[in-house]
């Protein structure tokens, strides 16, 4: 069993940063994958970012691709998403996804239902 809970959304100007941490009960963390979801209103949940479970390899949509980055410590039981050059378009809830099965692809992190746990999201809200 995982527990995810995630932190540092709020609202920011376009153009700004935030840095999002998601904390993880457990001593089996760093045998995780964990990717970065987020869902705006009226919309499907998206993928934003994944990196496999020692930090090897990381995976973006296109959409955040270049503004956003992924980094995990797993001495620290966590992952966090580096938001920067936000835009408008950027609003959502960002949740933090759990995957035990070790994988090094794209196709393996994308879909939302290839996760086993999942945190509660924080808030990002950007203005224009």
């Known amino acids: 069993q995982v527990r995810l809970v995630e932190s540092g959304g709020g609202l920011v100007q376009a153009g700004g940063s935030l840095r999002l941490s998601c904390a993880a009960s457990g001593r089996t963390f760093s045998s995780y994958g964990m990717g970065w979801f987020r869902q705006a209103p009226g919309k499907e949940r998206e993928f934003v970012a994944a990196i496999n479970s020692h930090g090897g390899s990381t995976y973006y949509a296109d959409s955040v691709k270049g503004r956003f980055t992924i980094s995990r410590d797993n001495a620290k039981n966590a992952v966090y998403l580096q938001m920067n050059s936000l835009r408008p378009e950027d609003t959502a809830v960002y949740s933090c996804?759990?995957?035990?099965?070790?994988?090094?692809?794209?196709?393996?992190?994308?879909?939302?239902?290839?996760?086993?746990?999942w945190g509660q999201g924080t808030q990002v809200t950007v203005s224009s």
């Open positions: 996804a759990a995957r035990a099965n070790y994988c090094d692809a794209y196709g393996c992190y994308a879909p939302f239902g290839n996760y086993d746990y």
